[in-house]
Nanobody, 123 residues
Framework: QVQVVESGGGLVQAGGSLGLSCTAS????????MAWFRHAPGKDREFVAA????????YYADSVKGRFTISRVNSKNTVYLRMNSLTPEYTSVYYC????????????????WGQGTQITVSA
C-alpha cells in the first residue's frame, strides 16, 4: 500500500486561487492513475480530477472544468491541483487517491487515499 499525503489546503476568499500537492511515499505511484476527490458535509465523496500515469491524459468533473488543473511530476512522486476562481461551493475536504490504470471516476475504484486537506472558501 502506498501512502499519499496532501498539503496546501486552507482558507481563501471567493475569487481567489489555491494549490494542492499530493506526495507519495515511494515511486510506485509513477505507474498509477492519480486523482483528487472532495467530500463536503452531507454529500457523497465526489470525483474532481484525475491524471493518467504520465500526465498525458487528464479528466475533470464538469463542476471544475476551466477552473481546476491537475498535473503531476513523477520524478517528485507528486501530483498537483491548481484551483482558480474559487467560490464557497468548493469548500470541502479534498483527498488525493491512487489506483492502477485505467482512469475511473468512482471513489470505490481507488485503493490508496490520503487523509485529506480542508479548503474553505469565504464569501
Amino acid at each position: 500500500q502506498v501512502q499519499v499525503v496532501e498539503s496546501g489546503g486552507g482558507l481563501v476568499q471567493a475569487g481567489g486561487s489555491l494549490g494542492l500537492s499530493c506526495t507519495a511515499s515511494d515511486s510506485t505511484t509513477v505507474s498509477f492513475v492519480m486523482a483528487w476527490f472532495r467530500h463536503a458535509p452531507g454529500k457523497d465523496r465526489e470525483f474532481v480530477a484525475a491524471t493518467s500515469w504520465n500526465g498525458g491524459s487528464t479528466y475533470y468533473a464538469d463542476s471544475v472544468k476551466g477552473r481546476f488543473t491537475i498535473s503531476r511530476v513523477n520524478s517528485k512522486n507528486t501530483v498537483y491541483l491548481r484551483m482558480n476562481s474559487l467560490t464557497p461551493e468548493y469548500t470541502s475536504v479534498y483527498y488525493c487517491a491512487a489506483k492502477l490504470t485505467p482512469v475511473r471516476t468512482p471513489a470505490s475504484d481507488y485503493h490508496d487515499w490520503g487523509q485529506g486537506t480542508q479548503i474553505t472558501v469565504s464569501a
